[in-house]
């Protein structure tokens, strides 16, 4: 359905039948909220926004749009024409639109620029009026492989390796949450030859993480006084060769389960929130194990966080300072160019005093898209002796340093240097 006036995106409103999708939709194309609620949808889908924020205010509404990431402001509207969007939206949602207190959710979907679209609508009033979200879900291709991710072919290859080595140990991912926490998981799991040998995975009832295919869940519930070990007796029953225990909640939980990857030689596959992975190790000595046979059986860890691409079609090429090829610790005279974004302003204009319109592909923020940004930790027996006996950032990263560790910032220069990033977004990714 294209429309005369907004954006030609066609809706499909909620409803249980066609029927009640079509008599939705006829009634808020009327309605002069229409324009207003499909321009916000368009620009929502243009910018790849995953979240639109709406702040209802007595006297305007604010737009924020989360790219990447990263919060962006957005026009904001009066409130009149803010008020008959919102009722739009609601309408398209199947929700009820005079109900402005009351937390409601509601769906609906869209087909603009030849892709379908959905979205989620949760509205919920707040002190200081209303807050209505918008979160945006199209089809993306699958990121489920190391390489999909972002990881360059030769750390992946030697992922590959430790994963299908029968006598690995255990091998631990650490991310920040929401921040590719579950990415990084899977991609380990996903490198692994499933069909081979038997995986398992230790899942809390009730978890629903996403299924790695041929990596079998077994619950336990921790309501019923059950850990991840309670169903191991019947488990061994039907004789895995690998288990994965994606949440850790204790030192003593976490001896048993390296004192069940010795007596059966088992390879364990495990995970906890942190930075990098000396943040995502000093958490886990945190709990409190037996720290000299952990790291005994310790083989890797693997480490992620999602970085932001310079967007191809308006990032600017510059020529750094020998200083600052000096900090990033690349070679003098190995890169001539480095790239920063263009980040659009209102007024902007060119050499000939002609006023520049935003990138149409990244609409003026200078960025395009993330990917993973990985660090791989491999252990050896001065990293062990550091772990017992002196757990200390400092200490533990100049061990790693000694033994060839590529860092996760070593690794972020190298994405400057190839164009992809800018020396400021590593900044942020490593600062925040």
Request: with cysteine; hydrophobic share 40%.
């Amino acid at each position: 359905m294209f429309e005369e006036h907004g954006p030609p995106i066609e809706f499909t409103a909620a409803g249980d039948t066609p029927e009640e999708q079509t008599t939705n939709l006829k009634i808020v194309r009327p309605s002069p909220g229409f324009d207003p609620a499909s321009e916000l949808c368009a620009e929502a889908i243009i910018k790849d926004a995953d979240v639109t924020v709406l702040d209802f205010s007595p006297q305007q509404v604010t737009v924020r749009f989360q790219i990447d990431g990263l919060w962006h402001a957005g026009t904001p509207m009066d409130r009149e024409m803010g008020d008959y969007m919102l009722a739009t939206l609601k309408q398209l949602a199947g929700v009820d639109y005079r109900e402005r207190r009351e937390r409601q959710t509601g769906n609906f979907a869209s087909l603009y620029l030849k892709k379908k679209q959905k979205f989620k609508l949760v509205s919920q009033g707040i002190q200081t009026g209303e807050r209505v979200a918008l979160y945006l879900d199209y089809k993306r291709p699958p990121l489920d492989k190391p390489e999909d991710l972002g990881m360059r072919a030769s750390m992946g290859k030697q992922l590959r390796a430790i994963v299908n080595d029968t006598n690995m140990g255990i091998l631990m991912s650490t991310a920040v949450p929401g921040e590719g926490y579950t990415a990084v998981w899977r991609g380990m799991l996903e490198a692994t030859d499933r069909l081979t040998r038997d995986f398992f995975v230790m899942e809390h009832v009730g978890k629903n993480e996403p299924e790695v295919i041929n990596v079998y869940p077994v619950e336990y519930d921790s309501a019923k006084g059950e850990n991840p070990m309670t169903p191991m007796k019947q488990l061994m029953l039907k004789e895995p060769d690998v288990l994965a225990f994606p949440d850790i909640a204790s030192g003593k939980l976490l001896d048993q389960i390296v004192s069940h990857s010795v007596t059966h030689e088992m390879p364990i596959f495990t995970r906890i929130p942190g930075k990098h992975c000396l943040d995502g190790l000093l958490r886990l000595v945190a709990l409190k194990p037996d720290v000299k046979k952990l790291t005994d059986r310790m083989t890797a860890v693997i480490s992620m966080r999602l970085i932001r691409l310079l967007c191809e079609d308006c990032k600017i090429g510059f020529q750094p300072h020998p200083q600052m090829i000096h900090q990033l610790g690349l070679p003098q005279g190995r890169v001539a160019e480095l790239f920063k974004p263009m980040v659009y302003q209102p007024g902007m204009v060119d050499e000939n005093d002609v006023e520049i319109e935003p990138c149409s592909n990244c609409s003026g923020i200078g960025y395009r898209g993330r990917t993973g940004l990985f660090e791989l930790l491999m252990f050896n027996d001065e990293l062990r002796q550091a772990l017992v006996s002196n757990p200390r950032l400092d200490q533990l990263s100049a061990v790693a340093k000694r033994h060839g560790h590529v860092s996760m910032q070593m690794e972020g220069v190298v994405m400057i240097a190839g164009g992809r990033t800018s020396v400021e977004e590593l900044q942020r990714v490593l600062k925040s």
